[in-house]
């Protein structure tokens, strides 16, 4: 039996109620796909770093370039985010990063007196970790969240400067 026999032998308010279900249905997908994914994994400071990622998250900009603060799930104090697809992704407290053992600062670039070690993410944007900090940070810029890859960092310095001080 073909599908519009089958759609046909329906009662008329089922088959007149298809189309619209059918378009929600497509909808809700389409939002689904676009909407900002909310999780992001907070990261679990030791208890001398914890206290210099509280103050950071305080001291941190309501927005970055134009993009405004929306904080991912779940609420902690080690993680932020601007902007919505594609969007900036701070995290404080992470382990140290396997990547700075090779060559820390062949790609580091230096903004606003804070020293950043940097690799791809995989999706063509980039991951950047300070160095040289008492608590490792990494901002993670999705491909074309902005013009230039490392924008946003010259907006975060301020903050990391004044709450994380310099050390290992």
């Known amino acids: 039996m073909s599908a ?3 759609l046909s032998s ?4 089922v088959r007149w109620a298809a189309p ?3 378009l929600l249905g497509g909808v809700a997908l389409l939002l689904g796909a676009w909407s900002v994914p909310g999780d992001v994994a907070p990261p679990q400071p030791k208890a ?3 206290g210099y990622c509280e103050a950071l998250d305080k001291a941190l900009p309501d927005a970055v370039l ?3 603060r929306t904080d991912p799930s779940p609420a902690s104090p080690y993680t ?4 919505s697809s594609p969007r900036t992704v701070l995290r404080c407290g992470i382990a140290r990063p396997g990547y700075l053992d090779d060559d820390p600062f062949s790609r580091a670039p230096e903004v606003n007196d804070v020293q950043w070690g940097m690799s791809s993410d995989g999706a063509g944007g980039y991951r950047f970790v300070t160095t040289l900090r008492k608590a490792y940070v990494e901002v993670t810029v999705p491909k ?3 013009p230039n890859y490392a924008d946003p960092l010259s907006e975060l310095t301020d903050a990391i400067k ?4 310099t050390g290992l």
Not at 162 to 165: E, R
């Open 4 to 6: 519009f026999r089958k």
């Open 48 to 50: 001398a770093e914890a």
């Open 80 to 83: 932020a985010a601007w902007g």
């Open 10 to 13: 329906l009662p008329a308010p």
């Open 144 to 146: 074309g969240a902005y």
């Open 20 to 22: 619209p279900v059918a």
């Open 162 to 165: 004044a709450t994380i001080p």
């Open 66 to 68: 134009g993009h405004r």
